[in-house]
């Protein structure tokens, strides 16, 4: 059984549409969350979700829009799709105490 | 913010050579994370460290939480072709009970030469 899993692993899409990029965990984990990872390998975190709450929101543009419906799903709205937006995003998951995130594999963006 | 300085950038290693690698922060964290990430794969955590000056091994990997709470370490012993990838440190500081943000170093790119 896969831990943290993201769909799709590929997105190729035009600029100005609107994806959408799905997480599942089967930790139990309370914590989810979404980074994104450019070209140069950078890990950054974009938002956070305890138990379904947003707890962190990294200055993200508004054209992102997560969506926790409940504590074991965290999915990724991004509007009007932009050229820089192409990246790696990975979904993740830990438990409340104080501990290490896993990771899904990833999906790769690509706007064109 | 916080701010992470992991150095090296990249390493070209003999197999069976010894690998160090370390990370310094501009604040203190109360968890460094060690991680290793795979080509099309997410980071996959190595070694974890709650307490400073913890010195913690899993397997040939051995990693230390800095006492001054602002850097950490990571030694690989015996190099083998498999270790290539990237490293990343990762330190969290947990305050008041909800935040759970990691922030990550630029990473190490390893090459090992078989």
């Known amino acids: 059984d896969t831990a943290v899993s993201q769909t799709p692993k590929y997105l190729v899409t035009q600029m100005g549409n609107d994806k959408s990029i799905k997480c599942e965990q089967n930790?139990?984990?309370?914590?989810m969350y979404w980074y994104k990872q450019d070209s140069k390998k950078f890990l950054k975190i974009m938002f956070s979700?305890?138990?379904?709450?947003?707890?962190i929101n990294e200055t993200v543009p508004n054209r992102f829009s997560p969506k926790s419906p409940d504590k074991a799903h965290l999915n990724l709205h991004i509007n009007s799709l932009e050229l820089g937006d192409s990246a790696v995003y990975f979904c993740?998951?830990?438990?409340?105490?104080?501990?290490?995130?896993?990771f899904g594999s990833g999906t790769r963006l690509t706007v064109v | 913010g916080q701010q992470l300085n992991q150095s090296p950038q990249s390493m070209f290693i003999q197999e069976g050579e010894d690998v160090s690698m370390n990370c310094t922060s501009s604040?203190?964290?109360?968890?460094w994370l060690w991680y290793k990430q795979d080509p099309g794969e997410g980071p996959v955590l190595l070694i974890a460290?709650?307490?400073?000056?913890e010195l913690t091994s899993n397997g040939r990997l051995t990693a230390q939480f800095g006492i001054t709470r602002k850097d950490s370490f990571l030694n690989i012993s015996a190099s083998i072709p498999s270790d290539v990838g990237i490293y990343f440190c990762?330190?969290?500081?947990?305050?008041?009970?909800?935040?759970?943000?990691?922030?990550f170093g630029k990473g190490t790119l390893l090459t090992v030469n078989p």
């Open positions: 604040s203190i964290f109360n968890t």
């Open positions: 460290l709650y307490k400073a000056g």
């Open positions: 930790l139990g984990h309370d914590t």
């Open positions: 990762a330190g969290q500081l947990v305050s008041g009970g909800s935040n759970y943000k990691l922030t």
């Open positions: 993740a998951s830990s438990p409340r105490e104080n501990y290490g995130y896993t």
């Open positions: 979700y305890n138990n379904k709450e947003l707890i």
